[in-house]
């Protein structure tokens, strides 16, 4: 119980600090409007295939990820509260607090990239509306999981900028590839059974990065 409660104290304070500075959310709203903008004029009338679609659907959202989710230890290291959070909490609770605010964050990324994408590309059209939201969601906590140990690694870095998506992009190609397969599944309105693969692959990496992330944060966030 006690558990519960400082990992939810921990969201807390990242949820305040975030509305008082709003960095992160200015700077992944920015890029979203930003990049879908982008591709928008280059586009034009273009015909795009769901598979295209798709794939331009996790760029953007990879890389407005890449723009926010590292604030989330390196805010820490700027104002030099790092040494009183190892203090007053375990890495455990640390971890998870950490792991939760990303979470959430990533889900309002893919929440308006799906709006404004379903707004502007008349053929972004969900035919398959469960395969949609069973992959966003995965999809979301995926990014999450392996943003949150990535940023704890890069915290302490002089190069946190150039740094961060460096060693995000292999560790998120497996996600990206089965997130886009199956993006393309829901964009063509096949059965939810047909992306059962893909949501196996999906879980998978949920588990395996979320359970490898514990094991070594202790070690990532005091050394």
């Given at each position: ?44 009338d273009d015909e795009l295939s769901p598979e295209i679609l798709s794939g331009m659907f ?110 995000s992009f292999p560790i998120l190609i497996p996600l990206l590839m089965t997130v886009m397969?199956?993006?393309?599944r829901a964009l063509d309105g096949e059965l939810f059974t047909a992306a059962l693969g ?26």
């Open positions: 119980m006690n558990f519960i409660v400082s990992t939810w104290a921990i969201v807390v304070k990242d949820v305040r600090s975030e509305l008082r500075t709003r960095y992160a959310l200015n700077a992944l709203l920015m890029f979203v409007v930003t990049s879908v903008a982008t591709i928008l004029f280059a586009l034009r996790w760029v953007v959202i990879f890389f407005t990820a890449m723009s926010g989710l590292s604030r989330i230890f390196v805010s820490e290291e700027e104002r030099g509260t790092t040494l009183t959070l190892q203090l007053v909490a375990s890495p455990s609770v640390v971890y998870f607090g950490k792991l939760l605010f990303n979470s959430g964050l990533t889900l309002i990324l893919s929440s308006a990239v799906t709006v404004l994408y379903v707004v502007v590309f008349p053929a972004f059209v969900i035919k398959s509306p469960l395969i949609f939201g069973f992959t966003v969601f995965l999809g979301s906590l995926g990014f999450a999981s392996a943003a949150t140990i990535i940023a704890a690694v890069i915290a302490k870095a002089n190069t946190k900028g150039t740094l961060y998506p460096v060693l397969k199956s993006t393309a893909e949501f196996q692959i999906l879980v998978s990496y949920l588990l395996v990065m979320t359970a490898g992330s514990y094991l070594l944060f202790d070690y990532v966030w005091k050394e």
